[in-house]
């Protein structure tokens, strides 16, 4: 008998770097966002549902072409398209929606979003004890959701020492609301297996969730804001998440998942909150405070406990009885 492995075609690994470029990329693209969608909200006051909705079609439409050019099947069978479709609205209806709001109050500052967004994990982990089939938290888990809760308290503290501000604490409620849809989706996603490549299923994924927020976005008449607010301005900072943060990134994640560990892939989870914060600091839209930093150290700390936490879980399940 042969042997399998003599027989199993050679794979070169990538060069250092090759992925480390593709980790700065991930860490660039995913962290620079959270500033250019405040400005697109904030400063352009650009409609955050055709805005979003628009961008998600391009990006998905490219991410399909992009496929199709390497030879990959565009094939949906209709169960394939009924499990994506909930995870599409979760993730890019409620999740990518909210964060457009969020950001669009005056009161939001880039850095803030990024870390509200940061505690997408210990959502997961909160909503997945109650999933089915969902993973169990072990003590690491449960520590890490007070430790991360306790760093949104934290980094909220001065403004919930000011007292109640309803348009400030109602953006920080939509981002933590789109951190939480996130979350959902990703759980669904997770239950909701597709046979298709993880490119092609994330651009079929935009797609669907970019007929969603255009059709909001259309139904609330929002066409003549977003033709009427159309500049210069608008058109790069559209440009810029549609080619860095929809498909630099994404592409990006997509080739570190097949040549590294999904746990070295995930760093981009407690990297990309340090750079839109410093990218706020030094754009002049936020102050590093004590608080700030105490705050996201303190976030970070209960992710990768969380985080490690599904780790230690997946690895009791596997051990042999």
């Known amino acids: 008998m042969s042997d399998p492995a003599a027989e199993a075609p050679h794979v070169t690994a990538p060069p250092t770097w090759a992925i480390a ?37 391009l990006a998905g439409t490219i991410l399909l072409i992009y496929q199709r050019c390497r030879g990959q099947s565009l094939r949906i069978s209709v169960g394939d398209f009924s ?14 929606l909210l964060i457009n709001l969020g950001q669009g109050g005056d009161k939001m500052n880039s850095g803030l979003a990024a870390i509200l967004i940061a505690t997408t994990p210990l ?46 604490d109602y953006a920080s409620l939509l981002v933590l609301g789109s951190a939480a849809a996130w979350a959902v989706g990703s759980l669904l996603s997770r239950q909701m297996a597709v046979q298709l490549p993880h490119l092609t299923s994330a651009g079929f ?62 760093t981009y989870a407690y990297v990309n909150p340090i750079i839109a914060v410093f990218i706020a600091w030094l754009m002049q839209e936020t102050q590093i405070t004590e608080a700030l930093l105490a705050g996201i150290a303190v976030v970070l700390v209960g992710v990768y406990l969380v985080r490690s936490d599904h780790i230690a879980s997946k690895e009791i399940e596997l051990e042999p009885d």
């Not at 620079?32 to 079609?57: E, W």
């Not at 089915?132 to 403004?159: D, S």
């Open 21 to 57: 470029t593709a980790f700065v990329l991930i860490y660039l693209s995913w962290g620079t966002t959270y500033y250019v969608t405040g400005f697109s909200m904030q400063s352009l006051k650009m409609p955050p549902a055709l805005y979003g909705g628009v961008r998600l079609l």
């Open 83 to 96: 499990r994506l479709l909930p995870v599409s609205v979760c993730l890019f209806l409620f999740g990518n």
């Open 123 to 168: 959502w997961i982990g909160l909503f997945g004890m109650c999933w089915p089939g969902g993973e169990r938290l072990l003590w690491r888990g449960w520590l890490g959701l007070v430790v991360g809760f306790a760093g949104i308290i934290i980094t909220m503290g001065p403004q919930l020492r000011d007292g109640f501000d309803i348009a400030q």
């Open 205 to 266: 994924q935009m797609i669907l969730g970019g007929i969603c927020q255009t059709a909001l976005g259309t139904a609330i008449g929002e066409w003549p804001e977003m033709i009427a607010r159309t500049n210069g301005q608008a058109v790069l900072a559209f440009t810029y998440l549609l080619i860095v943060g929809s498909l630099t990134g994404f592409v990006a994640f997509n080739w570190l998942l097949g040549h590294v560990s999904a746990a070295k892939v995930g």
